[in-house]
T-cell receptor
Framework: AQSVTQPDIHITVSEGASLELRCNYSYGATPYLFWYVQSPGQGLQLLLKYFSGDTLVQGIKGFEAEFKRSQSSFNLRKPSVHWSDAAEYFCAVGAISGNEKLTFGTGTRLTIIP | DSGVTQTPKHLITATGQRVTLRCSPRSGDLSVYWYQQSLDQGLQFLIQYYNGEERAKGNILERFSAQQFPDLHSELNLSSLELGDSALYFC???????????????FGPGTRLTVL
Protein backbone atom coordinates (compact mmCIF):
# COMPACT_ATOMS: atom_id res chain seq x y z
CA ALA A 1 0.00 0.00 0.00
CA GLN A 2 1.18 3.49 -0.75
CA SER A 3 1.97 5.94 2.04
CA VAL A 4 3.39 9.40 2.53
CA THR A 5 5.30 10.77 5.47
CA GLN A 6 5.74 14.43 6.21
CA PRO A 7 7.98 14.39 9.26
CA ASP A 8 7.59 18.06 10.13
CA ILE A 9 4.22 18.98 11.60
CA HIS A 10 5.03 22.66 11.95
CA ILE A 11 7.83 24.82 10.54
CA THR A 12 8.51 28.48 11.27
CA VAL A 13 10.59 30.49 8.83
CA SER A 14 11.53 34.15 8.63
CA GLU A 15 10.26 36.10 5.66
CA GLY A 16 12.88 36.09 2.94
CA ALA A 17 14.54 32.92 4.21
CA SER A 18 14.73 29.71 2.23
CA LEU A 19 12.34 26.84 2.82
CA GLU A 20 12.47 23.09 2.47
CA LEU A 21 9.53 20.85 3.37
CA ARG A 22 10.23 17.17 3.56
CA CYS A 23 8.20 14.38 2.02
CA ASN A 24 8.96 10.67 1.93
CA TYR A 25 6.80 8.19 0.13
CA SER A 26 6.35 4.46 -0.01
CA TYR A 27 5.12 2.94 -3.24
CA GLY A 28 5.97 -0.21 -5.12
CA ALA A 29 6.42 1.33 -8.55
CA THR A 30 7.21 4.72 -10.04
CA PRO A 31 4.99 7.09 -8.15
CA TYR A 32 3.08 10.12 -9.26
CA LEU A 33 3.86 12.83 -6.70
CA PHE A 34 2.13 16.06 -5.89
CA TRP A 35 2.38 19.03 -3.56
CA TYR A 36 -0.78 20.88 -2.63
CA VAL A 37 -1.20 23.98 -0.49
CA GLN A 38 -4.19 24.78 1.69
CA SER A 39 -4.68 28.29 3.03
CA PRO A 40 -6.92 28.71 6.08
CA GLY A 41 -10.53 28.03 5.18
CA GLN A 42 -9.63 27.27 1.59
CA GLY A 43 -9.48 24.25 -0.63
CA LEU A 44 -6.38 22.52 -1.93
CA GLN A 45 -4.38 24.22 -4.64
CA LEU A 46 -1.91 22.27 -6.73
CA LEU A 47 1.62 23.64 -6.46
CA LEU A 48 3.43 21.14 -8.66
CA LYS A 49 3.51 17.53 -9.74
CA TYR A 50 5.95 14.87 -10.87
CA PHE A 51 4.89 12.21 -13.33
CA SER A 52 8.12 11.36 -15.14
CA GLY A 53 11.16 12.93 -16.80
CA ASP A 54 13.19 15.70 -15.21
CA THR A 55 13.42 15.03 -11.49
CA LEU A 56 13.44 18.75 -10.64
CA VAL A 57 10.00 20.17 -11.21
CA GLN A 58 8.95 23.77 -11.12
CA GLY A 59 5.63 24.87 -9.76
CA ILE A 60 3.62 27.96 -9.15
CA LYS A 61 4.48 30.73 -6.70
CA GLY A 62 8.23 30.09 -7.06
CA PHE A 63 8.16 26.58 -5.58
CA GLU A 64 10.15 23.63 -6.86
CA ALA A 65 10.53 20.03 -5.80
CA GLU A 66 13.07 17.34 -6.49
CA PHE A 67 12.24 13.67 -6.90
CA LYS A 68 14.95 11.42 -5.49
CA ARG A 69 14.15 7.79 -6.12
CA SER A 70 17.09 6.51 -4.06
CA GLN A 71 15.80 8.36 -1.00
CA SER A 72 12.07 7.93 -1.76
CA SER A 73 11.75 11.65 -1.28
CA PHE A 74 10.02 14.56 -2.95
CA ASN A 75 11.00 17.64 -0.97
CA LEU A 76 9.50 21.02 -1.65
CA ARG A 77 11.73 24.08 -1.76
CA LYS A 78 11.49 27.82 -2.16
CA PRO A 79 14.52 30.13 -2.13
CA SER A 80 12.80 33.07 -0.44
CA VAL A 81 9.45 32.83 1.34
CA HIS A 82 6.83 35.54 1.47
CA TRP A 83 4.32 36.17 4.24
CA SER A 84 1.59 34.96 1.89
CA ASP A 85 3.19 31.50 1.83
CA ALA A 86 1.90 30.81 5.34
CA ALA A 87 -0.40 27.82 4.89
CA GLU A 88 -0.59 24.06 5.25
CA TYR A 89 1.32 22.01 2.71
CA PHE A 90 0.42 18.48 1.71
CA CYS A 91 2.48 15.98 -0.18
CA ALA A 92 0.54 13.26 -1.99
CA VAL A 93 1.27 10.14 -3.99
CA GLY A 94 -0.94 8.83 -6.73
CA ALA A 95 -1.23 5.37 -8.17
CA ILE A 96 -1.80 4.32 -11.74
CA SER A 97 -3.60 1.52 -13.51
CA GLY A 98 -7.16 1.92 -12.52
CA ASN A 99 -6.88 3.17 -8.98
CA GLU A 100 -6.20 6.84 -9.05
CA LYS A 101 -6.78 7.85 -5.47
CA LEU A 102 -4.33 10.21 -3.85
CA THR A 103 -2.75 9.28 -0.56
CA PHE A 104 -1.85 12.36 1.43
CA GLY A 105 0.69 13.02 4.11
CA THR A 106 -0.42 14.58 7.36
CA GLY A 107 0.64 18.02 6.25
CA THR A 108 3.19 20.60 7.36
CA ARG A 109 1.96 23.90 8.72
CA LEU A 110 4.18 26.78 7.68
CA THR A 111 4.36 29.93 9.76
CA ILE A 112 6.19 32.99 8.47
CA ILE A 113 7.62 35.50 10.91
CA PRO A 114 8.54 39.06 9.90
CA ASP B 1 -10.28 29.05 -8.81
CA SER B 2 -9.94 25.38 -9.75
CA GLY B 3 -13.18 25.21 -11.69
CA VAL B 4 -14.62 22.61 -9.31
CA THR B 5 -17.67 23.83 -7.41
CA GLN B 6 -19.15 22.43 -4.23
CA THR B 7 -22.37 23.25 -2.46
CA PRO B 8 -23.18 24.04 0.20
CA LYS B 9 -20.12 25.70 1.67
CA HIS B 10 -21.25 25.05 5.24
CA LEU B 11 -23.72 22.59 6.65
CA ILE B 12 -24.82 22.28 10.26
CA THR B 13 -27.05 19.41 11.22
CA ALA B 14 -27.90 17.09 14.09
CA THR B 15 -26.91 13.54 14.86
CA GLY B 16 -28.99 10.94 13.09
CA GLN B 17 -29.80 13.19 10.16
CA ARG B 18 -29.00 12.76 6.49
CA VAL B 19 -27.32 15.31 4.23
CA THR B 20 -26.34 15.56 0.58
CA LEU B 21 -23.20 17.28 -0.65
CA ARG B 22 -22.98 18.30 -4.25
CA CYS B 23 -20.01 18.65 -6.57
CA SER B 24 -19.71 19.93 -10.12
CA PRO B 25 -16.44 18.96 -11.78
CA ARG B 26 -14.38 21.07 -14.15
CA SER B 27 -15.82 21.23 -17.61
CA GLY B 28 -14.84 18.09 -19.49
CA ASP B 29 -13.52 16.17 -16.49
CA LEU B 30 -14.83 12.62 -16.29
CA SER B 31 -13.54 11.58 -12.89
CA VAL B 32 -14.84 12.81 -9.57
CA TYR B 33 -13.23 11.99 -6.22
CA TRP B 34 -14.46 12.57 -2.70
CA TYR B 35 -12.13 13.13 0.23
CA GLN B 36 -12.73 13.72 3.91
CA GLN B 37 -10.46 15.98 5.95
CA SER B 38 -10.72 15.68 9.72
CA LEU B 39 -8.41 16.59 12.55
CA ASP B 40 -7.83 13.01 13.65
CA GLN B 41 -7.77 11.23 10.28
CA GLY B 42 -6.24 13.88 8.04
CA LEU B 43 -7.11 13.83 4.34
CA GLN B 44 -8.61 10.51 3.35
CA PHE B 45 -9.87 9.26 0.04
CA LEU B 46 -13.49 8.13 0.14
CA ILE B 47 -14.60 7.18 -3.35
CA GLN B 48 -14.05 7.81 -7.05
CA TYR B 49 -16.45 7.86 -9.98
CA TYR B 50 -15.45 7.78 -13.60
CA ASN B 51 -18.01 8.74 -16.22
CA GLY B 52 -20.90 7.67 -14.04
CA GLU B 53 -19.47 4.45 -12.67
CA GLU B 54 -17.83 3.73 -9.36
CA ARG B 55 -14.11 3.30 -9.96
CA ALA B 56 -12.41 2.99 -6.60
CA LYS B 57 -13.38 2.91 -2.97
CA GLY B 58 -11.41 4.02 0.01
CA ASN B 59 -12.30 4.29 3.66
CA ILE B 60 -15.93 5.12 3.04
CA LEU B 61 -18.42 4.14 5.72
CA GLU B 62 -21.47 2.10 4.80
CA ARG B 63 -23.61 5.02 5.98
CA PHE B 64 -22.10 7.08 3.17
CA SER B 65 -22.87 6.70 -0.50
CA ALA B 66 -22.18 8.62 -3.67
CA GLN B 67 -23.23 8.75 -7.27
CA GLN B 68 -22.27 10.53 -10.45
CA PHE B 69 -25.02 11.66 -12.76
CA PRO B 70 -25.12 11.76 -16.59
CA ASP B 71 -24.16 15.44 -16.55
CA LEU B 72 -21.09 14.33 -14.51
CA HIS B 73 -21.97 16.17 -11.32
CA SER B 74 -21.69 14.07 -8.20
CA GLU B 75 -23.44 13.84 -4.86
CA LEU B 76 -22.17 12.43 -1.60
CA ASN B 77 -24.90 11.25 0.73
CA LEU B 78 -24.16 10.96 4.43
CA SER B 79 -26.79 9.33 6.63
CA SER B 80 -27.29 8.49 10.30
CA LEU B 81 -24.81 11.21 11.04
CA GLU B 82 -22.59 11.00 14.08
CA LEU B 83 -20.52 13.65 15.82
CA GLY B 84 -17.39 12.11 14.35
CA ASP B 85 -18.60 12.79 10.82
CA SER B 86 -17.91 16.49 11.33
CA ALA B 87 -15.23 17.29 8.80
CA LEU B 88 -14.37 19.13 5.62
CA TYR B 89 -15.46 17.17 2.57
CA PHE B 90 -13.61 17.85 -0.65
CA CYS B 91 -14.51 16.97 -4.15
CA UNK B 92 -11.83 16.78 -6.83
CA UNK B 93 -12.02 16.16 -10.54
CA UNK B 94 -9.61 15.06 -13.21
CA UNK B 95 -9.66 14.29 -16.90
CA UNK B 96 -7.89 10.99 -17.41
CA UNK B 97 -7.44 10.04 -21.01
CA UNK B 98 -8.60 6.56 -20.10
CA UNK B 99 -9.97 4.76 -17.11
CA UNK B 100 -6.53 3.45 -16.25
CA UNK B 101 -4.43 6.57 -16.37
CA UNK B 102 -3.68 9.16 -13.77
CA UNK B 103 -4.11 12.85 -14.19
CA UNK B 104 -3.92 15.84 -11.92
CA UNK B 105 -6.76 16.22 -9.47
CA UNK B 106 -8.21 19.68 -9.01
CA PHE B 107 -9.97 20.31 -5.74
CA GLY B 108 -13.07 22.24 -4.93
CA PRO B 109 -13.32 24.60 -1.95
CA GLY B 110 -14.94 21.95 0.22
CA THR B 111 -18.09 21.62 2.29
CA ARG B 112 -17.65 22.01 6.03
CA LEU B 113 -20.04 19.68 7.82
CA THR B 114 -20.76 20.21 11.49
CA VAL B 115 -22.80 17.57 13.29
CA LEU B 116 -24.21 18.71 16.64
Amino acid sequence: AQSVTQPDIHITVSEGASLELRCNYSYGATPYLFWYVQSPGQGLQLLLKYFSGDTLVQGIKGFEAEFKRSQSSFNLRKPSVHWSDAAEYFCAVGAISGNEKLTFGTGTRLTIIP
Amino acid sequence: DSGVTQTPKHLITATGQRVTLRCSPRSGDLSVYWYQQSLDQGLQFLIQYYNGEERAKGNILERFSAQQFPDLHSELNLSSLELGDSALYFCASSAPTSATSTDTQYFGPGTRLTVL
